[in-house]
């Protein structure tokens, strides 16, 4: 029987080893737009691929099937899991090996144009009749790397919905002056989002400020609530609100202040400054500033530098990986409507639900046989 996989990223090709590994007499043949595999995938971790966390779900399944392709991982910091060789190269290496040695094969630049209910796949390269389709192209995250959400289109042929797309774990954009006069500087500190006047997400931990305005993976952590409201027609006024010493009263920094003159010893010269600065030396207002530092955003910095994309195919439309509209028809990876922050949650996911892809089509097999 034939299996045919639309996307040779994490899901796509997690799903084709998974199945050939289960199931070695079946024809897995993994159709990619782009001239070569796994380009996203190289791009993980700042280059390192932080491929999974001990803390996500299923995340003992995901370094199972690494361990059985024989890759060696190691963790880091907050439950994150790498290669022990800590490149991102290492991890597609060990995949394109893995489909090599498992007669997977792979068509490089072909462009799917249409599928059909009765499971056949029209593409560039020509016309593929499978058994079981799996739909992995990816999402518009990273459209520098080539992603252009095509898979959304295919699968909206079929009477798939879809969520409104907006990019998600992406740096944002503020009108301030203050961000650009400190760029390079970093803080741990707790970002709120405030949109007309109401929180809408909070998170703490570490802030970058840019000469565009704030990264970090707090400021990432809440981008999707940015880009949401950026999405719509008419977007409303959207504040970071930035509480950089939060286990520190108003108060305790006031004190502070007037004893030692800044806020040096607590925050660093460059913020303590800009702080002085913007207060005109008040201690009062400096303390005021350090706890509810209000700082105008206007977006984010888009799909071109997005890790992922929010929205997509409901989860609602699926049952265990596969369409409630066509049958043998399966959908993972980041076309469905499912998002985690930043640690390799999101990875996680990817090769989960390739994994788990695999998986059901062996049961719905079995079954059959």
């Known amino acids: 029987m034939t299996t045919i996989i639309i ?7 997690a799903a084709a080893i998974s199945l050939k590994q289960r199931i070695p007499c079946e024809k897995v043949v993994v159709l990619e737009r782009l001239s070569s595999p796994g380009r996203k995938i190289l791009a993980t971790g700042n280059g390192r691929c932080n491929l999974t966390n001990k803390y996500a779900e299923n995340s003992g399944e995901v370094r199972k099937f690494f361990n059985s392709i024989g890759l060696v991982l190691c963790e880091e910091d907050e439950g994150r899991i790498y290669p022990y060789s800590l490149k991102a190269q290492t991890v597609l ?7 090599n040695n498992l007669n997977i094969k792979i068509i490089p630049d072909c462009e799917v144009k249409k599928i059909d209910n009765n499971l056949t796949v029209y593409s560039e390269k020509g016309t593929f009749k499978a058994d079981s389709i799996i739909v992995a192209a990816g999402g518009k995250a990273q459209k520098n790397l080539g992603s252009n959400g095509s898979g959304y289109t295919l699968l909206k042929q079929l009477g798939h919905s879809i969520a409104p797309l907006s990019p998600g774990l992406v740096q944002l954009h503020s009108s301030s002056k203050y961000p650009r006069a400190i760029k390079g500087t970093r803080t741990r500190c707790k970002i709120k989002i405030e949109i007309n ?3 809408k997400a909070e998170e703490y931990g570490e802030i970058l400020f840019t000469d565009y305005g ?3 993976i707090a ?13 719509k027609k008419t977007p409303e006024k959207c504040v970071a609100v930035l509480d950089l010493v939060p286990n520190m009263t108003e108060a305790e920094l006031t004190e502070h202040i007037n004893r030692f003159g800044s806020l040096c010893g607590i925050l660093g010269r460059k913020l303590s400054d800009i702080l002085s600065k913007q207060s005109g030396n008040c201690a009062e207002k ?10 105008i955003l206007t977006g984010t910095k888009g799909f071109d530098f997005a890790q992922i994309t929010c929205g997509g195919i409901p989860v609602e439309e699926t049952n265990d990986f596969e369409s409630k509209f066509v049958k043998n028809l399966y959908i993972c990876g980041e076309l469905l409507d499912r998002q985690f922050p930043c640690g390799g949650f999101n990875l996680n996911f990817a090769w989960q639900s390739g994994i788990k892809t695999a998986n059901r089509i062996v049961e719905k097999r079995n079954d059959k046989n």
């Open 7 to 13: 996307g040779a990223g994490a899901a796509g090709l």
């Open 93 to 99: 290496d060990i995949l394109l090996e893995a489909c």
């Open 197 to 199: 006047g109401i929180i």
């Open 214 to 216: 704030l990264s970090g």
């Open 219 to 231: 400021a990432m952590n809440v981008s999707h609530t940015v880009s949401e409201n950026f999405a």
């Open 286 to 295: 400096s303390a005021e500033f350090a706890k509810n530092w209000r700082l």
